[in-house]
């Protein structure tokens, strides 16, 4: 629950001994809430013994996006939950204006700030400026400039450039998603509609597009989560490669660096980046001859990961050696 009684997940078991089976949670499926209620129905279950009318709990839920999972053994699904999700596991609030400044009035708020002054003290690092530097350095050890300068010429479609563009940055999509990609008509038709949605030249500061439940860029995140070997880090990996102005990259280390609130990463970015002096101190860590092309968004998380990273060459580069 949280502070203002609305639950976050929820559970229904079948048995009463789910621990003790050797099953798992299966992803089963996706459930937006937007009226802040929740509903918990077993058709197989009767109020009383021999009762017709069916056993049902409706209870206070924190309106947002949730994945539903089954509990299966043996073949048989055992139980039912739903979780939140979004990059950093967590669900979003929905447009709702009333649930909104409800939720964001207590500790998402404060969340929020701590955030922004973390993200700060980041960006004040004396050294950061040579890190940002030594990353972007063309005979150096990094990506560099690769994510964006490898020819994106198909803004409307995955093509095997993104694909290998991405494993630059350590994910990958696996075999059968490959191919759904690249060779199956139904995948790429419903790829290129969605991204036909998504603007290529927005930056996310900008407050234009919808990021929320249901928006463009939110279903295709859902589509890609279902390719083989996506999970939520490779989905907002390859979402940035296509929409670099407008699609932040968030994985582990932005989640320990900036620990904004679970799942409200996007909102945070837009917030931060929407403020012009914040954005104008990570446009100084630009070296000089990187192209324009690289947007803000890459800038400061080439400045996150430099930071937080504990790969060995960006422990190099922290060390001075």
């Not at 994106?152 to 990958?172: C, F, K, N």
């Not at 630009?286 to 790969?311: F, H, Q, W």
């Amino acid at each position: 629950m949280d502070k203002f009684g609305m639950a976050v997940a929820a559970r229904m078991e079948f048995v009463s001994d789910v621990a003790d089976q050797d099953g798992s949670w299966r992803r089963s499926g996706m459930l937006t809430i937007t009226d802040g209620r929740c509903l918990a129905m077993d058709p197989f279950c009767g109020i009383t013994p021999g009762s017709m009318e069916m056993y049902r709990f409706e209870f206070p839920m924190r309106s947002g996006r949730y994945e539903a999972q089954t509990y299966n053994c043996s073949e048989e699904a055992l139980g039912l939950r739903i979780v939140p999700r979004f990059p950093g596991s967590a669900a979003r609030v929905d447009d709702l204006s009333v649930t909104r400044e409800a939720w964001m009035a207590g500790e998402p708020r404060e969340s929020f700030d701590q955030a922004n002054d973390r993200l700060d003290a980041l960006l004040e690092q004396h050294e950061l400026k040579d890190w940002v530097a030594a990353f972007f350095d063309w005979n150096g050890k990094f990506e560099g400039q690769l994510l964006t300068t490898i020819s994106d010429d198909q803004p409307h479609e995955i093509t095997v450039a993104d694909l290998y563009s991405i494993t630059l940055l350590g994910v990958h999509v696996g075999p059968h998603g490959v191919r759904l990609l690249l060779e199956d008509e139904a995948t790429r038709a419903r790829v290129a509609k969605l991204l036909d949605l998504i603007p290529v030249d927005e930056d996310i500061w900008t407050g234009k597009s919808d990021l929320g439940p249901g928006s463009p860029v939110d279903r295709l995140y859902d589509l890609l989560k279902l390719l083989d070997c996506v999970d939520d880090v490779t989905a907002s990996k390859l979402l940035h490669r296509k929409r670099p102005r407008l699609i932040p990259i968030v994985d582990r280390v932005v989640r320990e660096q900036v620990a904004a609130p679970s799942g409200f990463y996007w909102e945070f970015f837009r917030e931060y980046l929407g403020d012009p002096t914040r954005r104008q101190a990570v446009n100084d860590l630009r070296p000089k001859g990187i192209e324009r092309n690289i947007s803000v968004l890459r800038v400061l998380d080439v400045a996150i990961c430099m930071t937080g990273s504990a790969s060995m060459e960006a422990r190099k580069v922290r060390a001075g050696t």
